[in-house]
């Protein structure tokens, strides 16, 4: 019987899975200065020290302004489940340095799940931003959101969904093996006893 437990046990948790929808709040959490910074599914890095700054968002140390995103500096967002679908990214502040009339200009840079350049887009301003669907919705590994040396901006906010596909699922083969190793150790099991009862 203990047999048949675990294998109904291996194949409960090697089924394919649903993953819920994950949003980091950066301005939620305690103020934090490192080389990277991982949270929840995600590795922060960039050109120089992540500062995670309460109340405030996530930047990069140095630059122009200590707690924006400026100056030819870069952020990278890394998915430690491999990829990533469902991306987008909340600015919650942006600059316009240069008087052009356009506030916190970035270049986004995105990667597949091999780590290949998949694209890159330009976008400014603050609030919600796409990066999946302009992708068409492909699996993601990492993104880079680089300032074009003015402007500034505050990414504060990240929502993703881990992608089921990169989960390890057991060929039906092992399946079956393990299903059969649990027969044979519950008639194993039975056989034993019967024995000792006559």
Same mark, same amino acid.
């Given at each position: 019987? *203990?047999?048949?437990?675990?294998?109904?046990?291996?194949?409960?948790?090697? /089924?394919?899975?649903?993953?819920?929808?994950?949003?980091?709040?950066? &301005?939620? @959490?305690?103020?934090?200065?490192?080389?990277?910074?991982?949270?929840?599914?995600?590795?922060?890095?960039?050109? &120089?020290?992540?500062?995670? !700054?309460?109340?405030?968002?996530? !930047?990069?140390?140095?630059?122009?302004?200590?707690?924006?995103?400026?100056?030819?500096?870069?952020?990278?967002?890394?998915? $430690?489940?491999?990829?990533?679908?469902?991306? /987008?990214?909340?600015?919650?502040?942006?600059?316009?340095?240069?008087?052009?009339?356009?506030?916190?200009?970035?270049?986004?840079?995105?990667?597949?799940?091999?780590?290949?350049?998949?694209? !890159?887009? $330009? $976008?400014?301003?603050?609030?919600?931003f796409?990066v999946?669907?302009?992708?068409?919705?492909?699996?993601?590994?990492?993104?880079?959101l680089?300032?074009?040396?003015?402007?500034?901006?505050?990414?504060? *906010? @990240?929502?993703?969904?881990s992608? &089921?596909?990169?989960?390890?699922?057991?060929?039906?083969?092992?399946?079956?093996?393990?299903? @059969? @190793?649990?027969?044979v150790?519950?008639? /194993? !099991?039975?056989?034993?006893?019967?024995?000792?009862?006559?």
């Amino acid at each position: 019987m *203990r047999y048949l437990v675990l294998s109904s046990l291996f194949l409960l948790t090697t /089924s394919p899975q649903s993953f819920a929808s994950v949003t980091i709040d950066f &301005a939620a @959490l305690e103020t934090v200065q490192t080389a990277s910074f991982s949270y929840a599914g995600v590795t922060v890095t960039g050109s &120089a020290d992540v500062l995670v !700054t309460e109340f405030h968002g996530v !930047t990069i140390s140095g630059g122009e302004n200590e707690y924006t995103v400026d100056s030819n500096e870069t952020i990278t967002f890394t998915f $430690q489940g491999s990829s990533a679908i469902a991306i /987008s990214y909340h600015v919650g502040a942006s600059s316009d340095t240069n008087s052009d009339d356009t506030f916190g200009s970035r270049t986004l840079m995105v990667f597949d799940t091999d780590g290949a350049w998949l694209g !890159t887009t $330009q $976008q400014d301003g603050a609030g919600e931003f796409q990066v999946s669907s302009i992708f068409e919705d492909a699996p993601i590994s990492s993104f880079t959101l680089t300032s074009p040396g003015h402007d500034a901006f505050v990414p504060d *906010r @990240l929502t993703f969904t881990s992608n &089921a596909s990169d989960q390890v699922i057991p060929e039906p083969a092992s399946v079956i093996t393990w299903m @059969l @190793l649990g027969i044979v150790g519950c008639i /194993s !099991t039975w056989w034993n006893r019967r024995r000792k009862a006559s």
